[in-house]
């Protein structure tokens, strides 16, 4: 019997812990606090001590494939730069820095974690069953929270917009674009093989399918109601792209596919989001000017709102030290000297991942971890290609769809600087690798087969 399907009692209270901090982390302002970081920090600790001890007790449970290596060694190795770069005084503000260490080495173990406990088809239906779960809670949420009854009935300051339980709207966008991708996948991962008719087509609609399809729906509204204009243009763009990959490589049912995929764009995001904030999002889609003019210095891309002016800094910022970085967690205190008098002196974030990494981790660290995404989001795409398995082709479909979504979003947001967004972005990589990378399920043999081949023994024995 194959040991994935008796884990051990510590293995299994591993999982829950793992699957509660996921759920968890969102849930409490996205976890973009000190006090935040410091529980789930801990809870991580906790469950990397759970772990060695399974892993001395039960070591056959837990096997790495040679990508799940390549991945963690190359965001550990990310890790070891960071200390490099407080040892060597590299760092300006070497605190910030080794407080950035201390939770990169966390995401690092849980990355670890979900690699070595969620190997296996059950558990992996489990974890993203548990994501997406956790991201509908997010969109419920957030769609009540724009009522003004239910508001005062929390005490909450009533906004028109979607935020959920996230300080920022663009962040809640962010973790709904993962969240929605692998309930896509999940609805592609169980597709039969049926050929394409009406008949089937409805046999879809009104099976147990159609309760993730009814979820998918609440969260897309709740994606268009936080008015985040990349963030909705993340989504459907990464849809598309996704698509348009999955519907190249798989040849089986393609017209069947090409229905069902083209439902979600239409039914989604054109029919039911009309009625619900997709005309305000439009407006500021509209109001967006983007300008890009050549100067002395090069070329400059200016938006009209204070993104463009950031990030025109901070690319000033990021020439100082391009190779080597200046240290992660001090880009808010290098940058004020570079901001700019029309805006708010106090700037968090670059406003764009790239560069917020590039400025702190330098060209090294921001390299690392560029092939930790694109290994995985590599595997992701050869699962899609994988036409001997619905299901890894279906999970593929949905860790590729949210690593595109979150890569797009991050050209003008920090949605991996939030702890639980980059915490689920390291999930949905550790999804993409499981993916392709998981042992196929042992299939159970089935009552009638065992009779038979118990008879069948018994009337051989009978012979001799």
């Avoid at 670890?112 to 997406?132: C, D, G, K, V, Y």
């Avoid at 205190?333 to 008098?341: Q, V």
């Avoid at 330098?362 to 694109?374: E, K, Y």
């Avoid at 196929?440 to 089935?446: E, W």
Wanted: with cysteine; aromatic share 10%.
């Amino acid at each position: 019997m194959s040991h994935h399907r008796q884990p051990s009692r510590l293995i299994k209270w591993n999982r829950i812990i793992l699957i509660a901090l996921l759920v968890w982390v969102p849930i409490a302002y996205g976890s973009n606090s000190r006090a935040y970081e410091a529980i789930f920090m801990l809870f991580i600790g906790l469950a990397g001590v759970l772990w060695t001890i399974s892993l001395h007790r039960h070591p056959k449970q837990f096997k790495f494939s040679k990508i799940s290596v390549y991945a963690v060694s190359l965001l550990v190795g990310a890790q070891l730069w960071v200390l490099l770069q407080v040892l060597l005084g590299i760092s300006i503000i070497p605190s910030y820095s080794l407080h950035q260490l201390v939770l990169g080495l966390s995401y690092s173990l849980f990355f670890t974690l979900i690699l070595s406990h969620f190997n296996n088809r059950h558990a992996l239906t489990l974890l993203i069953s548990a994501l997406f779960v956790s991201g509908l809670i997010q969109a419920v949420y957030g769609i009540f929270m724009t009522q003004p009854e239910f508001a005062h009935l929390l005490g909450k300051e009533v906004d028109s917009r979607a935020n959920g339980s996230f300080v920022n709207r663009n962040h809640l966008a962010g973790y709904l674009e993962m969240t929605i991708a692998l309930g896509i996948g999940l609805v592609l991962a169980f597709r039969d093989g049926r050929k394409w008719s009406f008949k089937s087509f409805l046999d879809l609609l009104l099976s147990a399918k159609l309760q993730i399809r009814l979820a998918i729906i609440l969260m897309v509204i709740a994606l268009v109601m936080t008015y985040s204009r990349m963030g909705n243009t993340a989504f459907v763009t990464s849809l598309i792209i996704t698509s348009s990959i999955f519907i190249l490589v798989t040849q089986k049912n393609r017209v069947r596919n090409i229905v069902l995929l083209a439902s979600f764009i239409v039914i989604d995001v054109l029919v039911i989001s009309q009625f619900f904030g997709l005309d305000k999002l439009k407006e500021r889609l509209e109001s967006t000017e983007i300008t890009i003019t050549q100067t002395d210095h090069g070329w400059i891309t200016d938006i009209n709102d204070a993104r463009g002016l950031i990030l025109k800094d901070s690319i000033e910022l990021g020439k100082q030290e391009p190779i080597w970085g200046i240290g992660p967690g001090t880009y808010k205190d290098a940058f004020m000297p570079y901001t700019d008098p029309k805006i708010n002196p106090l700037v968090d974030h670059a406003h764009n991942d790239y560069i917020e990494f590039w400025i702190e981790y330098g060209l090294i660290g921001t390299l690392l971890l560029a092939l930790l995404v694109l290994l995985s989001l590599s595997n992701a795409i050869k699962s899609i290609n994988n036409s001997q398995s619905f299901y890894r082709s279906g999970v593929g479909f949905g860790a590729t769809m949210g690593i595109i979504a979150i890569l797009i979003h991050s050209f003008t947001d920090f949605n991996l600087q939030i702890p639980s967004n980059a915490l689920t972005f390291l999930t949905v990589c550790a999804i993409a690798i499981l993916s392709q990378t998981h042992p196929k399920p042992v299939k159970k043999k089935s009552r009638r087969r065992k009779r038979k081949q118990r008879l069948e023994l018994i009337a051989e024995n009978n012979k001799n």
